[in-house]
């Protein structure tokens, strides 16, 4: 399922342990120390019925997974003496109870976590947007000897809050010195709203996309949370490629098989997409969306793209690819070529004729910051890459590509 995708395990090799693995999601390392099984098979089988606003994907495990999935977890990534010096406790009693509820409370908990009969609080902490042009006189250092500058206090603020103010309810937080010092810039550099009008002009506020589609796509949009790793115009993360354009891209039918069943286009990615087990109905729904939504101006689809192509001019884009831009230094046909771009081996069965034209004659005019470069393609030449290209494909049932220089 490609849980590392989001979620890091601590691995030891070599005597060396590190984290292997994404950081959308919590550390798993020692998850079964921390986690009743119950509750994490409830979890797994439904992330939002618990937490209605968690990033978690909501997959389609049957009963066979979600037993093997929480057996591995709950047997394996465990820590026998993390444990091992916390007394063992009786049953609480109602005083006691009553009392960490209030210090939950008193202590600020409320300000991230929620419990429930317990509002959320809010305001909690004083209000940090000017805290840069405050002069001594405004801060309060109590009876301590940090020196009287606000650079000083803000150290000593953020590292002890207990050594300004006895009172204080905020954590204390174990930070190393370069995170210190990065903290307190970021602090010193809040100077508060404009000191006139005029200088409000100069502040240009940041835009926020938004994608939120409505319908059957919407609700499959939010359910797999595809805006974690996806971008949408504008909108969503930078893990996985941008699919602002996916439907000039790639092919519906393409586009309903990889769904149901994800398949790396960069072998070398330790980061994959899940396997969501997306039914047929889902794909298609997802793939109808894309096809008619989520496409670039720029590219002119036409009907049966591939008859618009000639041997001929397949044979001349095989010889372009491999002689003239040797384009086997990036991309892989068969087990050969590098592996900077995709592989090229399904791209008949994968990638509009259309886009890979348009791709061909100016790559960052789809994808702004693309790494693939722009060349002084002619039209000829163009017509004759993409000819080649698309004679890529897999056919049902074999492993190695069909095609390599007609039709």
Not at 157 to 186: C, E
Request: aromatic share 8%.
């Amino acid at each position: 399922m490609f849980c590392t995708t989001c979620h890091s395990v601590s691995v030891t090799r070599g005597g060396q342990t590190q984290l292997i693995g994404g950081n959308i999601g919590p550390e798993l390392s020692k998850v079964a120390s921390k986690v009743n099984p119950d509750w994490l098979v409830n979890w797994l089988r439904d992330p939002r019925s618990y937490l209605a606003h968690t990033s978690m994907s909501r997959y389609g495990w049957s009963d066979q997974d979600l037993y093997l999935v929480s057996h591995y977890l709950t047997s394996t990534l465990t820590d026998s003496d993390l444990l091992s010096n916390v007394p063992k406790l009786g049953e609480p009693k109602p005083e006691e109870v009553q009392r960490g509820r209030q210090l939950f409370t008193d202590k600020g908990c409320a300000g991230c976590h929620l419990i429930q009969g317990i509002s959320p609080a809010k305001d909690f902490g004083p209000d940090l947007a000017a805290l840069g042009s405050k002069n001594v006189s405004q801060l309060e250092f109590g009876a301590s000897n940090v020196p009287r500058n606000l650079i000083s206090y803000i150290r000593a603020k953020v590292s002890d809050p207990l050594s300004v103010n006895k009172a204080a309810r905020m954590p204390q937080y174990s930070l190393a010195p370069q995170d210190l010092v990065a903290v307190t810039t970021a602090l010193l550099s809040m100077k508060g709203t404009p000191s006139s009008p005029a200088m409000e002009k100069l502040i240009v506020p940041a835009a926020r996309p938004e994608f939120r589609p409505a319908g059957e796509f919407g609700e499959l949009f939010e359910r797999f949370q595809c805006a974690q790793c996806h971008r949408f115009n504008g909108y969503g993360g930078t893990l996985a490629p941008d699919l602002s354009f996916e439907g000039s891209r790639a092919q519906r039918a393409w586009l309903v098989q990889f769904l149901k069943n994800p398949n790396t286009l960069r072998p070398t990615l330790t980061f994959r997409m899940p396997q969501f087990n997306i039914t047929d109905k889902e794909a298609n729904v997802l793939a109808d969306y894309i096809s008619m939504v989520l496409q670039s101006p720029s590219v002119k689809l036409r009907n049966n793209e591939e008859e618009h192509f000639t041997p001929a001019q397949a044979a001349m884009g095989k010889e372009l690819y491999e002689v003239k831009y040797q384009c086997q230094n990036c991309h892989t046909i068969g087990s050969s070529g590098g592996y900077v771009g995709p592989s090229m081996n399904k791209m008949g069965n994968w990638m509009n004729a259309a886009w890979l034209e348009q791709w061909l004659r100016d790559p960052q005019s789809l994808l702004p910051g693309a790494v693939e470069p722009k060349r002084s393609f002619t039209e000829e030449e163009v017509k004759a890459l993409t000819a080649y290209l698309v004679t890529f494909r897999q056919a049902p049932g074999k492993t190695q590509p069909v095609g390599g220089g007609g039709k």
